[in-house]
Each structure stands twice: as structure tokens, then as C-alpha cells.
């Protein structure tokens, strides 16, 4: 007997449903966003005292910012976190072990291609020149697909291990004190050569830029199935993120060392020049032409929509295509999972024209500007042109010694200003004077350090509350710790840690510390607090290093790493985001040594 | 399908305390036991003197497990009284054990009728478990336990352990429309004595607006015997022993819960009480959608489902005897019982392994109107 029809509501109560549901997505994203333009618009413009332009264009992006993260969540949430999981349960009840490697190994190296995350790569070594560092130039230009390769298969090869990892029970604190003194002892390899040391920052940060906001979630629940499945310890699926952020260091080293002897010359020609005409002219590209003035604004929306198609869509296809034919079941609520995947392929596409048009530009703007705390910078969109420039207008005045310097009064809104006359800019010919107006350093050091450092750490604790990975990543820890560790409190750590990581990273580039000293501290210390903490806290802490660097705060972090990096004279603004990646390790870790020592206080 | 009247052993413990527990399991033969995740609220005290505006006492929640098993009534004294001793359970802080008899439908014997009792346990005569408490379960949406937390905490009943878990119900038969409902649930479990239930049912009722549609459920179960965990507040303590251990003192004193007084005078609603059991059901994961279904349409009004551990000792090592399992939940009407355990024996779903629980409810506060879960 069937008591259960089907019910029916009306329209207009699906319509309050609908508007509930999509007013409680969005109401849960706009703070993080908005707190982080208000922030960037704040300092840009009463802090430092410099314009802002686009200001139209920066709101704008901002709201489809907001409804990008919104549709995205949500869309990871019914689509391609479920599909994920759904593999993960039942390939290996249906497949051998060889059969899961080697989709994990597939998973691993689509991801990678199919994420625009590597062009950020390109984009921050735009400023490093063929002659000061020859093979790191052609790493990021002519032999750019052997970085490409050599991240898919670091990534590749991470995500086999982290599923074989589950099926052997291998603790992941284990693998982890294999792998890294291997990385740390590749590292200080690479420093004692003169070629391979410019890959170093390169090479540390592109393990965190690879695990972006679809890969994560994806290999996450994938993880999560298997583990489920499989997993003969209380093994709860974390770790292939954490992985995936790590071998691609170790693959990039190795193919500079490789790629080192093969050509010694380092000829700007590339290894293959057939394969550098293709990847210049491939996705690499996307980064540095949508930076560049090149194209009008429609063409970089439809490359932003083929960018989000190329992220979401090829991973999703090659999980349906193992759904149906390596595991052959039908999709369940398949109507969720493909409205999923549809409105994370929209959600990905407004939340690239956010961060394109709104938060990349307002990030470069502010990114330019920040000198201006510690030195004099002009602005050029300021200036102003003065026509027929009478030069007896110019007056002197000589201090106690005995120095002339010339200035004249330029008419103002607020009246006669003086301004310090510089005989370059007279133009003898046309009769004008260029008055370019110069601001800063608004503060001597130590301050100026200091209000940077403060910029600094806010700026990492906002972009990180608004990572899409982490937010999808909290949630699940939430319901695989059973609430006991809140997403909100995990997320405000990471965030706090992405901070602290970023002042390490701002200290470095300003002091120019050695990065291989700087970052083999860090993970020693690390490394010592793991020891002492519960392997659960140690999976997570690691995990959460992986997803902190996402499309929001790497091009925030770019931005910073080109302004400091130009200023400072620096090769490459490499590094940075892997100090930002390390510090939430440390502060999860010590979160998790508290709360057990409560525990253990009370038991 | 094996039907017997079992007791099911269920302890709620601090994830600390796992190996011991399950070293007891393995010494008395327990191959089947389930499990899952949890987190047990406490109140804490902060001084706070930065913040005085702020109150003192804030939740803190702490990383649990749940296990539970089934056994047959002769032998449950005996394992209840060595987890009792090895877990050091009259402890509060430690952990809650609770024993009740439920009608078990399965696939295969749950207990093994071994030997290992009568060489290395005897049932002590002297049974510290307590008697006379009842199991309040409330389900409310996710994100909403803690509200429910902080008035159990409140009114000093004992610590509650809650987990996650999703709801099948109407919603379902929505559409793709059913994405706007959040089908995600939070389940709370705490212990109060039986004479007291129905007061704090209805305390609970009135704070957390369980007469209000969408709201929750909350429903009671008998226990045969239990032990509560009644460290209800962590932190600093005025006196040289804190007010859980006095009444734990006074209950272990007394045998019973009947010395304890409450003043309720203030509630006036009716609690509208049906005869109703709590039939649930474990199923491999992934099932439990359709065996819901199944139950739904032969007069289930809905169903709580979330995922747990199971682990038999029996299997083969090599293969790995852990996996997952779902555990669904639902109260219904005793006159359905029939009818929908008949259902899902009958459903093409309904895979080997899996086991239909009964037990019978003592009350429920079922204020479904307009519900959509």
C-alpha cells in the first residue's frame, strides 16, 4: 500500500523555498567578501592616500564575486563531492587495486591540466628576466609544459600513493617523515647550484598552487569513499591533498636538475620548440594575456568561461565515464549531480570575473601602492599638465646650507600650492610643464614595517576566509570529527596561519633571508610539533596547508609578491605562498596539542 | 531472518578510552559491534576577565565515540560490569553505558555463544549500574544541537552526545526542489531519569520550539540500566567537590534517581503521547535511501539516517572486517510496525548483514504539522 504520494506544494511556496535557500547560501558568503574589498578599498585610499580607479567596476565584480562562491559551493555540494565519494565507495568493491591506482593516477594528472591555478605560476615569475635566471625563464616560458608535466605527475603520483596509503593503512605522519627530509635535502641540492637555486621558491610554491578549488574537493571526497571502503584503521581520507602539495616540489627540482644537464646552455629556444609554440599559445597563456591590456572585455569573459568549463567539466566527465563504465551503476539523484556540476561550472565562471575584474585589479592597485609606506612614489594618473609654463613664475629658497632649490605655486582647488620645480619635466617645446605628484613614505621604519606587516597579515586572514577549498574542507572535517572541531574555528585558524605565513613571507622578501633557511625551519618545527600530536590532528593541519592557497588569495598574494619584488629588486616574488601554506600547519597542530592536553587533563 | 529479544550494550566514551574498550569486546567474543563518531558538551568555566560582558561558562565540545552492540541477557551483566571496571565509567567524564532490551531481526547471529565467559568473567554480585533512567533522543537541524545542548547542560540532566546525521522524509518526493530543504540532521542523545523525563521533554519542547513546525523531534526510549556521564561542567570549582559529584555520590548511595526533586510548577503545555516503537534498521551504506522509501510508504513519516562503523571480527584479516554501515532510524505507530518490518524484509534492497531494531517508545512529543523533513 503506497501512503506516500507525491507531494505537492505551490508555486508560490517553491518560490519562498527557493528564495530561503538561495538568500542562505549567499548571506553565508558576502561577509568574507566583503569584508576583504571594504578592507583592500579602505587602505588603498585613507591609509595610503592613493586613488583607486575602477572603483564601478570593482563593486560590481565584488557581488558576482559573491554569488560566484555561492553558486560554486553550493554546486561542489550536490555535484562533485557526492559523484567523488559515490567512486570512491564502490570502485574498490568493483576493481582490483591496480584498476583504482590508475584512475587515481589519471584523476591526478587531469586535475592538474585542467585547473587554471598553474598559470598564476606564470604570472607571478612575469617580472624574471632570461639573463638573471635562465633556467627558471625557460621553465616558465619556452619549456613551460616540462613544469606542466612535471606538477600533473608529482600530483598524480600523490594521489596514487595517498589511496594506497588507505588500502596499506600507512600512517600519513610516516610517509611524511620519508618525503620531506627528501624534499629539504633536494632543496639545499638545488641552492648549491648555481641554476637550479632560482627553482627553489618556484618549486615550493607550486605544490600549493596546483590544489585548487575543484581538485581539492573532488580528491577530498574520492579519498574520503576509498578510506570509507578500504581503510582498515580509523583513517578518515585525508592526506591526498596534503600530497598532491608535496610531490609536485619534489617532481619540479628534479626536472630542473634533469632538464639542467640535459642543456647546460640553457638556450631561450626551449628543449622542444614545437611543444613551447603549443603551450604558449595553450591555457598557459591565460594568465599573462588576461593581465595584459590584450582583448576587450567580452573576449575576457568568454576565456574566463572556457576556463571554468576546462576546470570543472573534463574531471567530472572522466568521473562519470569510471561511474559508468569501470564501476557500471547508474548515478544516484542524478538530477542533483548534474544541476551540480552545471551551477559549478557558473559559479566558477562569475567567481573568475570577481577575481579578474574586481579583486585581482583592486589587489595590483594596492599591490603598487604599498611601497608608499616606506618610500616616495608618484602617481602618474595624478599628473598634471601645465600649458604654457612661464618660467619666471619659478621662484628659489636656500637653507642654513647654503643649497638653492626652485619651486613654484600651481593653483589648486584648495589655492596656491608649491610645488618643487624639475627642470626635466619642462618641455621646451610645446611650453609645458609635466607636475607629476609624489607621495609617501608615510612612515619612518620600524612603522612602516610594521603597518606593513599588519596590511599583510589582514590581507592573508581575509583572502583565506573566503578560499572555497577551505570552506568545503571545514565542512567535511566538521562532519567527519562529528562537530567537535567547528568549521568556523578551523577556518579562523587557517586563516590566522595563512597571516603569520604571509608576514614570514613579506620579513624574507624585504630582509632577503635565505628561503631555503626560512621554510626548512618552518617545517622543522613542524615536523617536531607532529611528533607530538594525534595522527587525526596531523592529517588535517597537513590537508589545510593545501587548500589555504585557492584563487582568492593568490592573486591577492601575486599582486603583493610583483609590488614588493619590483621595488626590492628581487630575481623572482616566488616563496611566499608556501610560507603562507606552512604557518596553518603549525597553528592546527598546536590547536590539536591543547585540546587533547584538556582531555587528558580531565581523564 | 533471526528474530531474538537481545540487550544492546551501548557506550558512549571518550575517544581516549577505544582500546581498552575494545580489548573488553575482544575478551568476551563480541565479533559484531558497531560504532561512529560524536561529540560529547560540556559547560567550561573561563574567567574572562578581559571580557567581563561575556558569560563564564561556554560549551565545550569533546571528541567521542559511540559503540554498541548486541548480546543475549544472561551474558550482559557480566560484559557490563567489566566495561564498568576497565573503563572506569563511575568516573564522570569518562563515558555513559546503557543497556535496553530491544527485538533484533538479523541476518546472522549477533552473539556468540563462547565459553570465555565462564572461565574469565563471572557477572559480580553487586550491580553498579543504575536503574530508572530513560534515553531522551532529539533530532533537530544541523547547526541547532547546540542550543539543544546548552539547555540539557542547563537543567544538570548530563552530558549529551550528539552527531550528524541526514533526513529522509517528504522531502524527497519534492523534486529536484528538494535541494532547497537541508535534509542535514543533528541527533542528540542524553540520559535523565524516568520520572523526570517528562518535565525536561517539555522544558525542552518549549525552549527549543518543537511545537513549531520544522523545528525537531524528540522522543524517549527505556533503558534497563545505565551509567550517566554527569560531568556537566569543566573548569575551576569553588567547592572541594563539584555539584555532578555530589548528586553521583547521592545515586550510588540510593541505587535510584527517586531521591531527586524538580520543580516544574511553571510548564503548562500538554504533551501529546502516542504508542509508538522505534524501529531502525543497519544496512550497507548507500541502501538506506531506498529501504526509507520502502518504510515511508507503507506509513514511515520519515526517517533519520547516519553512517556508523561496523566491525566483525569474524571476517577474514586479510579482507578487513571494518566497514561502513548506515543506521536509520524512525518512530512509528505500533499498528505500522507490521506492515513496514514486512516491507523491508521483502525489499529487493534489503542485502544480507543487515538488522532491524525494535524498541519500543516511551513517549514522543510528534508534532509534525506542516512538517517537511
Not at chain 1, 592573508?460 to 568549521?487: F, N, Q, V
Request: aromatic share 8%; with cysteine; proline share 4%.
Amino acid at each position: 500500500m503506497k501512503l506516500a504520494a507525491r507531494n505537492t506544494i505551490s508555486f508560490k511556496e517553491a518560490l519562498n523555498l527557493c528564495f530561503l535557500y538561495a538568500s542562505n547560501r549567499i548571506s553565508k558568503q558576502a561577509p568574507a567578501v566583503v569584508a576583504m574589498i571594504a578592507y583592500l578599498m579602505i587602505f588603498q585610499t585613507l591609509v595610503l592616500g592613493m586613488p583607486l580607479s575602477q572603483n564601478f567596476s570593482i563593486v560590481v565584480s565584488s557581488l558576482l564575486l559573491i554569488l560566484g562562491l555561492a553558486f560554486f559551493l553550493e554546486g561542489l555540494n550536490l555535484g562533485l563531492m557526492p559523484l567523488g565519494e559515490t567512486i570512491g565507495l564502490r570502485l574498490p568493491r568493483k576493481r582490483s587495486l591496480s584498476t583504482v591506482l590508475i584512475l587515481a593516477l589519471v584523476i591526478g594528472i587531469v586535475a592538474t591540466f585542467a585547473e587554471p591555478s598553474i598559470a598564476a605560476l606564470k604570472l607571478a615569475g612575469s617580472t624574471v628576466a632570461y639573463e638573471r635566471a635562465p633556467l627558471l625563464y625557460r621553465l616558465l616560458n619556452q619549456d613551460a609544459w616540462i613544469l606542466v608535466f612535471s606538477i600533473a605527475l608529482g600530483v598524480g603520483a600523490a594521489v596514487v600513493v595517498a589511496l594506497l596509503r588507505f588500502y596499506r593503512s600507512w600512517k600519513l605522519r610516516s610517509i611524511l617523515y620519508l618525503v620531506m627530509p627528501i624534499l629539504i635535502s633536494l632543496t639545499i641540492a638545488a641552492k648549491l647550484h648555481p641554476q637550479v637555486q632560482h627553482l627553489i621558491g618556484l618549486a615550493w610554491d607550486s605544490g600549493g598552487v596546483t590544489t585548487g578549488p575543484v581538485t581539492v574537493p573532488l580528491v577530498l571526497a574520492l579519498g574520503i569513499g576509498v578510506s570509507r571502503m578500504v581503510g582498515k584503521e580509523h583513517n578518515q581520507g585525508f592526506g591526498i591533498v596534503t600530497l598532491a602539495s608535496l610531490f609536485p616540489i619534489g617532481f619540479v627540482l628534479v626536472a630542473g636538475f634533469v632538464l639542467s644537464s640535459i642543456d647546460p646552455g640553457h638556450s631561450k629556444l626551449g628543449l622542444v620548440p614545437a611543444l613551447s609554440e603549443f603551450f604558449t599559445t595553450s591555457s598557459l597563456e591565460s594568465a599573462s594575456r588576461l593581465s595584459s591590456d590584450f582583448g576587450t572585455t567580452l573576449e575576457k569573459t568568454l576565456s574566463l568561461l572556457t576556463t571554468a568549463i576546462q576546470a570543472v567539466l573534463p574531471l567530472c566527465l572522466l568521473l562519470l565515464f569510471a561511474l559508468k563504465f569501470l564501476i557500471r551503476e547508474k548515478i544516484k539523484r542524478r538530477d542533483e549531480v548534474f544541476f551540480g556540476i552545471f551551477i559549478a561550472i557558473i559559479g566558477m565562471f562569475l567567481l573568475s570575473i570577481g577575481i579578474q575584474f574586481g579583486l585581482s585589479s583592486l589587489g595590483t592597485q594596492v599591490g603598487k601602492s604599498l611601497p608608499v609606506t616606506w618610500q616616495s612614489v608618484s602617481i602618474e594618473e595624478n599628473s598634471i599638465e601645465v600649458k604654457n609654463f612661464d618660467h619666471t613664475i619659478v621662484q628659489h629658497s636656500i637653507d642654513s646650507k647654503g643649497t638653492i632649490k626652485s619651486f613654484f605655486l600651481l593653483e589648486k582647488d584648495l589655492g596656491p600650492q608649491r610645488i618643487w620645480f624639475d627642470p626635466a619635466s619642462y618641455n621646451a617645446s610645446n611650453k609645458s610643464y609635466t607636475y607629476v605628484p609624489q607621495i609617501g613614505p608615510l612612515l619612518a621604519q620600524p612603522w612602516s614595517g610594521l603597518a606593513l606587516a599588519l596590511f599583510v597579515f589582514f590581507l592573508g586572514y581575509g583572502a583565506t576566509r573566503a578560499e572555497p577549498a577551505l570552506i568545503t574542507m571545514g565542512k567535511k572535517i566538521e562532519d567527519l570529527t562529528a562537530g567537535t572541531l567547528k568549521s568556523k574555528l578551523l577556518e579562523r585558524n587557517v586563516a590566522v596561519g595563512v597571516g603569520l605565513g604571509l608576514v614570514l613571507g613579506l620579513l624574507q622578501n624585504l630582509y632577503q633571508f635565505d628561503f631555503v633557511v626560512t621554510i626548512t625551519l618552518v617545517y622543522a618545527g613542524i615536523m617536531i610539533l607532529g611528533a607530538f600530536s594525534h595522527n587525526d590532528f596531523v592529517d588535517i593541519a597537513w590537508d589545510c596547508a593545501g587548500v589555504t592557497t585557492g584563487p582568492i588569495t593568490v592573486p591577492l598574494v601575486i599582486a603583493l609578491g610583483l609590488g614588493l619584488g619590483t621595488q626590492n629588486d628581487i630575481v623572482e616574488g616566488f616563496g611566499m605562498l608556501s610560507l603562507a601554506s606552512s604557518m596553518p600547519i603549525l597553528l592546527v597542530l598546536v590547536q590539536g596539542l591543547i585540546a587533547r592536553s584538556l582531555v587528558r587533563n580531565k581523564l | 531472518m533471526i528474530a531474538a529479544n537481545l540487550k544492546k550494550l551501548s557506550v558512549d566514551l571518550s575517544k581516549g578510552l577505544e582500546p581498552k574498550l575494545i580489548e573488553v569486546l575482544k575478551d568476551f567474543g563480541i565479533e559484531h559491534y558497531f560504532y561512529h563518531s560524536a561529540r560529547t558538551s560540556r559547560l567550561r568555566f573561563h574567567s574572562r576577565w578581559y571580557a567581563p560582558w561575556k558569560q563564564p561558562w561556554s560549551l565545550y565540545d569533546e571528541v567521542a565515540s559511540s559503540f554498541w552492540f548486541y548480546t543475549n541477557s544472561e551474558r550482559a551483566s557480566a560484559i557490563e560490569q567489566k566495561i564498568l571496571s576497565e573503563l572506569g565509567l563511575e568516573k564522570s567524564g569518562r563515558g555513559t553505558l546503557k543497556s535496553s532490551f530491544v527485538d533484533v531481526l538479523s541476518a546472522f547471529s549477533l552473539d556468540r555463544n563462547n565459553q570465555m565467559l565462564s572461565v574469565n568473567q563471572k557477572a559480580s554480585s553487586k550491580d553498579a549500574l543504575l536503574v530508572g533512567f530513560s534515553e531522551l533522543i532529539g533530532i533537530v537541524p544541523r547547526g541547532k544541537a547546540d542550543v539543544l545542548n546548552r539547555i540539557i547542560l542547563g537543567l544538570g540532566v548530563c552530558a549529551p552526545l550528539s552527531y550528524y546525521g541526514m533526513g529522509n522524509g517528504k522531502r524527497d518526493q519534492l523534486g529536484l526542489l528538494r535541494i532547497t530543504i537541508p535534509a542535514e540532521k543533528e541527533m542528540v542523545k542524553f540520559i535523565v531519569p524516568t520520572h523526570d523525563a517528562q518535565a525536561i521533554t517539555k522544558t525542552i519542547v518549549e525552549e527549543c520550539g518543537f511545537d513549531r513546525a520544522n523545528q525537531g523531534i524528540i522522543y524517549q526510549l527505556p533503558l534497563n540500566k545505565c551509567v550517566p556521564d554527569s560531568l556537566i561542567r569543566i573548569g575551576q570549582h569553588e567547592h572541594a567537590a563539584s555539584m555532578e559529584q555530589v548528586i553521583n555520590a547521592m545515586d550510588s548511595l540510593k541505587g535510584s534517581t527517586l531521591w531527586r526533586t524538580r520543580d516544574y510548577r511553571r510548564q503548562s503545555k500538554r504533551i501529546k503521547t502516542e504508542t509508538q516503537i522505534c524501529l531502525s534498521f543497519i544496512c550497507d551504506e548507500g541502501s538506506s535511501g531506498a529501504l526509507s522509501q520502502v518504510a515511508m510508504q507503507n506509513g514511515a513519516p520519515g526517517a533519520s539516517t547516519f553512517r556508523c562503523g561496523y566491525q566483525n571480527l569474524s571476517a577474514d584479516p586479510s579482507i578487513g572486517g571494518e566497514i561502513t554501515k548506515e543506521f536509520t532510524s524512525m518512530v512509528v505507530p505500533e499498528s505500522r510496525q507490521e506492515s513496514i518490518v514486512s516491507a523491508l524484509t521483502k525489499s529487493e534492497y534489503l542485502l544480507a548483514g543487515v538488522i532491524v531494531e525494535i524498541a519500543k517508545v516511551n513517549s514522543l512529543e510528534l508534532l509534525r504539522k506542516n512538517r517537511i523533513e
